[in-house]
């Protein structure tokens, strides 16, 4: 059985309002590649398939389009489990029409139990789920955590263990003792849903999604796939790919990482802003790679992101490395001196730092005219 | 060619804030049954299969569980178009596999040219599209207009016309001389989107989607099924259903209309306030039936939307039939009256239209602290 292993694809991200669906197909294109010159059995996707419940209509057809070549055109089998982004139930329509070519996705608890027979590997599609779901499904209220909730089905699952097949759980959680990063989600409460290793032991290989570090797991049998992209700047120094993953018979796992790269890579940029926006330091750079700044400057500089973006469209982000330097230089700015300033004055100032020029003259007429408008609509008002 | 002509279905409709899940799943077995029965060969949904671009998920699960009997349980070949409600892109998830089990179901105007053919018959599958749509495919901007628009695609399928078949064209469209009522679709101009019926003389039967009425048009081959339920008052006296088309090898139709009911119907009651609420009457009454009440009293009844709804839970509505009697009555409540009363004396009247009761010493109390309290925080603000 040799199948690639992926997950999270947060098909219609957006960071910083950056529309990623271009950089989604091009990693893409990469795994396609890989999985038909391998000749994988399957192709197993761990949770995450879309980056919300509802997803933006673009999204909807690249990732119909993605899956549509791999199954029909490519006629490889897909494994695919629905993840705490998704909707279940939206992700689900077409799924009885799916199986007809051997794409099997999974949304519910029920469905995980019976597992899909393909070569040697008997594989069990579990998707996210919630203490609750479990409490339901199986009526035992004593199911309150992830980790029993956890145990309960693979106590299930077991039940339809064949010993002449190796077993593989393809499912979307958080492994206790892995590495998180930022992006994942942002609605657990740290250690309530963790599941441990040990509930795992029988199954000959875990296919996991959830965290975006492909080395999240320290478990060789228990793994993240990670993410194809970067999705945030805590992710910046991960190596993003998908894993091949080959069970030969007599039960020697083989586990390789692909590494894929989309032609715009998120990257963090340290430096003086002086040196950042020097033209033979940027005539070095991808300069339209995704981009968070960290300035080492502690003075201000007017308009900074701005003028950043003129070189580098694709800014995300910027911050300050010496904050306390930064915020001395702003005491100059503080609450008590803007308030003493005019709204005219202030006005003159900030047209000054963002264009580095002065009113002209008939900038300043017509400032003269809406200042005194405006007098006239409050004294009005307050009649 | 024996096949059941449905269309608008709206599923996840609402009335008045009413959810229709259940009396759409009602109506729809009713068709199930008649297709298993007659034994048909296919089924054509004419558009609309969602009321909305985003329709919520337990609409999204009903619609894919109906289409899964229909299709895999009960091996129905379905001929299925997107309409103006629906979101193209959204419904055509699955597509692809879809075909593997001859459901066809088309959403852009380039897969409605190459015919499905089923018997004795070529089908072309035309989705809801705009002149704007079909500029861009025909790269032709002189496609203004739906007529100009329909003309284009029409003269299109026609190169693949086969004089060993019959042609059958499913549509999404108005049809110039056909009967509006309200629910359809309210960004229509009037006029503007109508298409000549002679357009379409060439085909041997037009299933058609879009209005509501299944007498809608008064051509005997170019036919609306009509909706399964009611949407709107302007629909109360409408029947309801679907059509049963039977075109045989020589070309003869048989179109046999197949009503359908739901356990709430949605009705219209007209009359005087006390009659409508007389136990002698009512208990007459399917009463939790969708009701819209036309009342003929010309005097105030307080409270009266609540009091009907005590006994007639599902009360969509209710207007007076005579406005001129009402207004004269409301005389005395007119804007100069109100502003002269003071808070507390509109407050003591109000509460005694709508329950028949004077305050009580304990309410009375009650509301002059509260008068007082507000005096107090009004005079605090205006210091």
Do not use: C
């Not at 389009?65 to 993840?83: A, D």
């Not at 909707?87 to 019976?114: C, M, Q």
């Not at 980790?147 to 339809?160: I, T």
């Amino acid at each position: 059985m040799k199948f690639i292993h992926t997950a999270d694809w947060h098909i219609g991200k957006k960071i910083h309002g950056f529309q990623l669906l271009k950089e989604q197909e091009e990693v893409y294109r990469q795994l396609v590649e890989v999985a038909v010159k391998e000749k994988v059995d399957a192709i197993v996707i761990a949770g995450d398939l879309y980056d919300r419940a509802v997803p933006p209509a673009e999204a909807v057809l690249l990732l119909n389009k993605m899956l549509m070549e791999l199954n029909i055109v490519q006629k490889i089998p897909l494994l695919v489990v629905s993840g705490n982004h998704d909707s279940s139930t939206r992700l689900a329509t077409g799924g009885p029409w799916y199986e007809f070519l051997n794409f099997h996705l999974v949304t519910k608890i029920e469905d995980s139990l019976k597992p899909i027979v393909l070569g040697n590997t008997q594989f069990f599609l579990l998707p996210y789920f919630e203490p609750i779901d479990a409490r339901l499904y199986f009526g035992d209220a004593s199911l309150t955590t992830h980790e029993l909730a956890a145990k309960r089905v693979v106590e299930e699952m077991k039940k339809s263990f064949d010993p002449n097949y190796h077993q593989v759980l393809v499912a979307h959680l958080f492994v206790a003792g892995s590495l998180r990063t930022d992006s994942e989600t942002e609605v657990t409460v740290g250690g309530l849903d963790q599941v441990s290793a040990s509930v795992f032991k029988d199954f000959d290989y875990v296919a996991l999604g959830h965290l975006h570090n492909p080395n999240a797991s320290r478990h060789e049998r228990i793994q993240y796939s990670g993410t194809l992209l970067k999705f945030s700047v805590s992710e910046a120094n991960q190596a993003k790919g998908f894993k091949l993953i080959e069970l030969t018979d007599e039960g020697t796992l083989k586990n390789t990482f692909y590494p894929v790269e989309s032609t715009k890579s998120l990257r963090v940029l340290t430096g003086l802003f002086d040196e950042l926006t020097a033209r033979d330091y940027y005539e070095t750079q991808k300069k339209d790679d995704y981009l968070f700044i960290q300035l080492k400057d502690t003075q201000i500089i007017p308009d900074a992101m701005n003028r950043l973006r003129e070189i580098y469209p694709n800014v995300l982000g910027m911050e300050r490395l010496d904050k306390t330097g930064l915020l001395s230089k702003m005491g100059q700015f503080n609450k008590e001196k803007i308030q003493q300033s005019s709204p005219r004055a202030l006005f003159e100032k900030y047209y000054q730092e963002v264009t580095g020029d002065s009113l002209s003259k008939q900038q300043t007429d017509l400032l003269t005219t809406i200042f005194a408008q405006l007098k006239i609509e409050e004294e009005d008002q307050t009649q």
